[in-house]
């Protein structure tokens, strides 16, 4: 991922006429080949994970009417309050570069009356998010995620699901150095004797004035705060997970069992608290040690209350977001690269214009095979092309010159082994695709 970093490079100015190059804008990556490969990797291995148990696939809009997040994912939260890409378009409407999927999703399953059909409703998406956040490694303004809903069932075996299936995608990729935190916020009954008791206790402590008003709307945040003077006054607060009623309890005790009936290891963190506001119940994140400051590599969790603030039926649901670009730094602080391990499997050098026009149907038709195959393009001699071979990757090269053209045969190079075979032209569909 490479990073544009300069505003000076907006203004487009140039020196003697020359148009000055331009970068991306700060904070926005661009995957480019070969780390690209390891981009696709990841959110293929999510998706994939997904497409597994059952999850359809949505393409979700970039952007939406801004009022779908200010309700969905909460006014007292950073992402709606600080960090959102909102403007007025040509027609007056404020609209909202998309900062979350799950808002999105519910949106769409309510519109098309997806929830009238068979639940759960169970979807997958990937995708760039935006938001406007101060860039740094692991944080961007534009992020990619690939992430899962499971809309209007409300059964601890499917949050059990919804987590495996990250954990599965985590694994497929090689990825070992994390950690999954788990907690139960709560449900509804729970939810506001809990509130009402640990704003009590944050009435008692020395805070300042905006901390004891995020206090009044959201004492959940106050607990999230991540400052050393507030966070030494809260060691004694009280926690969700010891004040859940007994169907909260119920349920994630179930949730629990379930994962650990499929093996998939967590930590109880009592102290989890997420970025957004429509959490209850089973919330998650999975955490990787080797990223620093943005260890958050995905999470997610069930939100009771969404679907019915947006407008639809009152339907629980659960789902996650992975963090495409931090899953790729995890891997790559472990030593993993998920991408391809090379661009393409065979290669051809042509020597002249007639053996040129023997290769190109034999490349289409190692192609439709199935194999990727590439050729040295332009008059670049004999050096030049088996330079182009060497760089390009591909296990195996095939070269056709004069010699070979009167023959009717081709050499064909293991490109690891070193060594060579001549073979009949018609041999080597054979030859290339039992290898
Ligand atoms: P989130 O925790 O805000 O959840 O984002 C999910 C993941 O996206 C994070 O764990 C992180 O890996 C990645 N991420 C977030 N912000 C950035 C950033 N600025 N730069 C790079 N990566 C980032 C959600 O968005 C929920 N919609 C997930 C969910 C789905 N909950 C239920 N269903």
Redesign the pocket.
Known sequence: MSNGDSASDQAGGSKKGKPRALSAPKGVPDYVPPESGGFLAVRGAVLEAAERAGYGYIELPIFEDTTLYARGVGESTD?VSKEMYTFADRGDRSVTLRP???AGVVRAVIEHGLDRGQLPVKLRYAGP?F?Y?RPQA????Q?Q?A?I?AIGVDDPALDAEVIAIADEAFKRLGLTGYRLDLTSLGDAESRLPYREKLQAFLAGLDLDEATRERASINPLRVLDDKRPEVQAQLSEAPLMLDNLSEAASAHFAEVREHLDAMGVAYTINPRLV???DYYTKTTF?FVHEGLGA?S??????R?DGLMEQLGGQSLSG??????V??TLLALRAEGVDPGPASRVDVFAVALGAEARAAIVPLLSRLRDAGLRVDMAYGNRGMKGSFKAADRSGAAHTLVLGEQELADGTVVLKDMSAGTQKSIPLPDVMGELTAR
């Open positions: 992402v979350e999927g799950t998010f938001r956040e692991g944080r961007y303004r992020l995620q992430g809903e997420r970025g957004l994140e943005q958050g590599i995905g999470g997610g969790g939100y659960i789902g996650f977001g992975i963090g670009d931090r």
